[in-house]
C-alpha cells in the first residue's frame, strides 16, 4: 500500500523563555526554584508539528494564543497568576498565529481536520478557538485533570480549554490496547494504518501523550511534547522540573529504549531549538507550498473513544 503519510511540518507560534531548572531540574523543589531562580533559558520556540496523511490534515499540539500576550485578563490573578509570570515569558507577534503560520505554509486553517494535544498546558492548547471546525484530541486521563481544585496552579485553564463548539475526542489507554511500541503496552492507531501511533507519556503531566510517526523509506518521527526540552537531555536522561520525577524518568527510559526498536528515531520536542533543523533532515520541512490541486479528503481516523464535550 502507498504511504499515507506526505509532508510533515513545523511551525512556530512565537517564542517562550523559561527557568533553567525548568528546561533541566537540578533536584531542588519545585515551589523553591520558581520562587528564587533568576536567570531564563534562552528564547525556544513553540512549536506545532504539521502533518500530511492522507485522510486530511493533523496537527500535534496548536502553540500558544496571542492572547496571552495582549489581553490582560488572558491568565488568572492571585496566586496563580504571581506563579505563572514567574514560570514563563513569551514573545508572540501579531502574525505568529496558528491561522497566520498555517498560510505561511501553504495551507488554510481550514485544511485541519484534527489536532492531537500532547497536554493541556497553555502553550499547546493556544490554536482551540480557530479549530471549532477540527476534531481535538487528547486523553481522558489529561482532561480529567481540569477537575482539580488546584488545576490553575498546575497550569490547566479551563476557561481557555473546554470552549464552546469544539468536538472531543478523549482516549484511554488500558494495558494491551493496541499494537505494542516498544516498551509501551498500550497505543491508539489513529487512522488504523501504522503510520500515526500515540503512545501514553506520563510525567510533565499525568495525561500527557505522544505520537509516533512512520514514513516509508524515512526516518520515523517521535512527537514527545514537554517531556523533554531538548533531544540531547532526553538521551541523557537528565529530566525537566516540572513534573512528576518518577514517571518523567520512568517515560525518558521507554523513549530511550524505543530507539532500539527504531535506531534511527528522530525526537520532537515542542520547545527544542534543535528540532526544525532535525526535522528537515529526517526528509521533513519547516516551510513549504502545498500543491492544492491535490486536496484532502477520506472518512477520517477510526472512532473508538470518541466524546463530544
Known amino acids: 500500500m502507498p504511504n499515507p503519510v506526505g509532508a510533515v511540518s513545523l511551525l512556530s507560534t512565537g517564542i517562550v523563555e523559561i527557568r533553567r531548572q525548568h528546561v533541566e531540574s537540578d533536584g531542588s523543589p519545585l515551589l523553591w526554584w520558581l520562587l528564587t531562580a533568576r536567570d531564563w533559558s534562552g528564547p525556544r520556540p513553540i512549536n506545532v508539528y504539521v502533518i500530511e496523511h492522507e485522510q ?3 496537527l500535534f499540539d496548536t502553540g500558544q494564543d496571542r492572547a496571552s500576550v495582549t489581553d490582560p485578563n488572558y491568565f488568572p490573578g492571585g496566586i496563580p497568576g504571581f506563579l505563572y509570570r514567574r514560570l514563563a515569558r513569551f514573545e508572540i507577534g501579531g502574525r505568529e498565529t496558528l491561522t497566520q503560520r498555517l498560510v505561511g505554509l501553504g495551507y488554510d486553517i481550514a485544511d485541519v481536520r484534527w489536532a492531537v494535544l500532547s497536554h ?3 502553550d499547546h492548547i493556544g490554536g482551540l478557538r480557530e479549530l471549532k471546525h477540527a476534531e481535538i484530541i487528547a486523553s481522558a486521563a489529561e482532561w ?3 477537575n482539580r481544585p488546584d488545576a ?3 497550569g490547566l485553564m479551563r476557561r481557555h480549554i473546554d470552549l464552546p463548539g469544539l468536538s472531543w475526542r478523549l482516549l484511554q489507554f488500558p494495558s494491551g490496547q493496541g ?5 509501551f503496552d498500550s497505543s491508539y492507531d489513529l487512522f488504523d494504518d501504522g503510520s500515526l501511533v ?3 507519556t506520563p510525567g510533565h503531566t499525568p495525561g500527557s501523550v505522544s505520537l509516533l510517526v512512520r514514513r516509508e523509506g524515512k526516518p520515523p518521527l517521535l512527537m514527545v511534547g514537554d517531556v523533554s526540552y531538548a533531544e540531547d537531555l532526553l ?4 529530566i525537566p522540573g ?7 524518568l520512568a517515560t525518558t527510559r521507554a523513549i530511550n529504549t524505543l530507539r532500539a526498536a527504531y535506531p534511527d528515531l528522530v525526537i520532537l520536542p515542542a520547545h527544542d531549538p534543535g528540532a526544525a533543523d532535525r526535522l528537515a533532515a529526517a526528509g521533513g520541512a519547516d516551510l513549504r507550498a502545498r500543491n492544492d490541486s491535490q486536496p484532502f479528503g477520506g472518512s477520517g481516523p477510526r472512532g473508538t473513544g470518541h466524546q463530544n464535550h
Open 235 to 238: 538521551r541523557r536522561e537528565r
Open 152 to 154: 490553575a496552579l498546575q
Open 144 to 146: 480529567a485533570s481540569l
Open 198 to 200: 500515540l503512545v501514553p
Open 56 to 58: 486530511g490534515l493533523v
Open 179 to 183: 499494537e505494542p511500541i516498544g516498551p
Open 120 to 122: 493541556l498546558h497553555q
Open 242 to 248: 516540572i513534573g512528576k520525577r518518577k514517571g518523567l
